[in-house]
Nanobody
Framework: QAPLVESGGGLVRPGGSLRLSCTASGLISPDLSIGWFRQAPGNQREGVSCISDGRTYYSDSVKGRFTVSRDNAKNTLYLQMNNLKPEDPAVYYC????????????????????????WGQGTQVTVSS
């Protein structure tokens, strides 16, 4: 297991930026999927972005505004969020595929939520003027 801890959420004005971090206490293989999800009140959890099979993927709603990256030496995943919009507020979670059977991603998109084994506790992002 690799308990995950998110940080970096907060309140920002529309058009502003935030960088979320997700640090794993254990080693997560660079070959395995790791990603970001978000859930707003009353909404289902949705995938935002991920790194899977060495590729980065984004949902259509954040493409061009968010950038996902990872620092393997620090066991940390990042989500740089620029040009935040009123529809972006949510609790943002990071998740990692850490236990076998490991998900083989044959899609041109992020793995589904069930593919991930470990989840962080979430960090709140609020966008308001």
């Amino acid at each position: 297991q690799a308990p995950l801890v998110e940080s970096g959420g907060g309140l920002v004005r529309p058009g502003g930026s935030l960088r979320l971090s997700c640090t794993a206490s254990g080693l997560i293989s660079p070959d395995l999927s790791i990603g970001w999800f978000r859930q707003a009140p009353g909404n289902q959890r949705e995938g935002v972005s991920c790194i899977s099979d060495g590729r980065t993927y984004y949902s259509d709603s954040v493409k061009g505004r968010f950038t996902v990256s990872r620092d393997n030496a620090k066991n940390t995943l990042y989500l740089q969020m620029n040009n935040l919009k009123p529809e972006d507020p949510a609790v943002y979670y990071c998740a990692a595929d850490t236990r076998p059977p490991f998900y083989v991603n044959s899609r041109s998109s992020c793995p589904p939520a069930y593919a991930y084994d470990d989840w962080g506790q979430g960090t709140q992002v609020t966008v308001s003027s």
